[in-house]
């Protein structure tokens, strides 16, 4: 029994399942987030106490990185539909590696920008072409009997989480050799990453070989109900982006600083341990009760820390439930909304949409990060203006839940999860 369950859940033993190209797939997302963790949560640290580099100008660096990333994601998705996975993911190896050498052996501020573009450009080529590549193996997957799509997708997202959990931890015992020797081992995590591709990745052409590059993007930019749904799922990634800002806002006020790298990793044991089970929760619901849920429940993540501020109450209790409902809510919402974006692309140009959408979810964080951010300064002062912050951040998925409800009715989505949840419940 305890083996059945075992075999049923785990990532590992659902990679059996897998056809061999969506296997690979789900393991490269786990090692690239180990060579790109095993750099990024010390890139700050060495900016400022080795190179010298002013608070104002280590956040520079960190945000054109992450807009030379997240914001580009549109390209590396168009990309991908016109030139197919394997150049797009051979190519944005290359330049992670180029870009972790650089930053490795870079002494001033125009060689760490260039580091920093190098490797965030190499995300905006591979990843979106991964995810399209994924997307596409999973309705392969479902027309041939096999694992559901959206299961494909949890078990990337699970793989992915164990490699950000694990570059971390072994980044900190590089560290002690210095930031260049991290910066060469993440390098050739890189290295090995592009030898396996190249032998292992299929060589085909692009789903969208003959048509223009921006055909896809222009389809993209023509399809409205797309677009409204990139704009409510983004509300979701601007929730969850609030683990960096306001969880520590909490902390603070609360007196409990110390419990964030315990509650990071309480986050990080809840993907592992549940993703696929809640997945699986999710198929049964169906896409539209799934994804208003799982805004919804991002929502509540707030209200403890709403009453708490005010009232001045101390302790961890709001910090460690805005941790589990926003990581709840996240679980519920990424492998569905993933699923339901390819669906709403009719699975053509499938890069150019899920690259619109992780760069639509880059772009709000950025403006709500500008917006939100003063508001926060109000919760360690506690007092009635405390509530403000939770409040508007609690707003913004409450609007997206409503969103999801009024975008995805039966008749405007071809989701069959919906017909599945209907005859699962008999």
């Known amino acids: ?98 870009g972790f050498l650089v930053l490795g052996y870079a002494g001033e501020l125009v060689t760490v920008l260039a580091g920093v573009v190098l490797t965030g450009l190499a995300a905006a080529l591979f990843s979106p072409a991964v995810e399209a590549a994924l997307a596409r193996e999973g309705a392969r997957s479902e027309a041939t009997g096999g694992p559901p799509r959206s299961r494909l997708l949890a078990m990337f997202a699970v793989a992915g989480e164990i490699g950000a959990v694990t570059g971390p931890v072994l980044g900190t015992i590089l560290l002690a050799a210095g930031f260049r020797a991290t910066c060469l081992t993440a390098a050739a995590v890189f290295v090995l990453i592009l030898a396996l591709h190249a032998r292992l990745l299929p060589r085909e052409p692009g789903a969208h070989a003959a048509e223009p590059p921006v055909a896809g993007l222009r389809r993209v930019l023509r399809h409205r109900r797309f677009l409204a749904f990139a704009a409510a799922y983004s509300a979701g990634l601007v929730a969850y982006n609030q683990l960096y800002p306001a969880l520590p806002a909490e902390l603070e006020r609360a007196g409990h600083t110390s419990a964030l790298g315990w509650l990071f990793a309480l986050a990080s044991a809840q993907v592992v341990l549940g993703q696929t089970a809640v997945t699986e929760g999710a198929r049964r619901l169906g896409a539209r009760r799934a994804l208003t849920v799982g805004f919804a429940v991002t929502a509540l993540a707030f209200a403890p820390a709403a009453f708490a501020a005010p009232a001045g109450l101390r302790g961890p209790l709001p910090a460690v439930t805005m941790v589990v409902l926003l990581t709840c809510g996240q679980m519920l919402i990424t492998p569905v909304a993933t699923d339901v974006a390819a669906r709403l692309a009719g699975e053509q140009h499938l890069g150019a949409h899920l690259g619109v959408l992780s760069t639509a979810g880059g772009l709000a964080v950025l403006i709500a990060g500008t917006l939100t951010g003063g508001l926060l300064e109000l919760v360690p002062d506690g007092g009635a203006l405390a509530v403000t912050p939770w409040a508007v951040l609690a707003l913004i998925p409450a609007a997206a839940a409503t969103a999801m409800w009024m975008l995805l009715r039966p008749s405007a989505v071809p989701y069959p999860g919906e017909h599945v949840s209907r005859a699962m419940s008999r």
């Open 1 to 98: 029994m305890i083996r059945r369950v075992v075999r049923r859940w785990s990532v590992l033993g659902g990679l059996r399942e897998l056809s061999p190209v969506a296997r690979l797939l789900v393991l490269t997302q786990l090692a690239f987030n180990v060579g790109f963790f095993l750099v990024l949560p010390f890139l700050a640290g060495h900016l400022g106490d080795d190179l010298g580099l002013a608070g104002a100008t280590v956040g520079l660096v960190l945000g054109v990185r992450t807009f030379s990333q997240q914001g580009l994601f549109v390209l590396g998705g168009t990309l991908a539909d016109r030139y197919g996975t394997r150049p797009l993911v051979l190519t944005g190896c290359a330049l992670r590696v180029a």
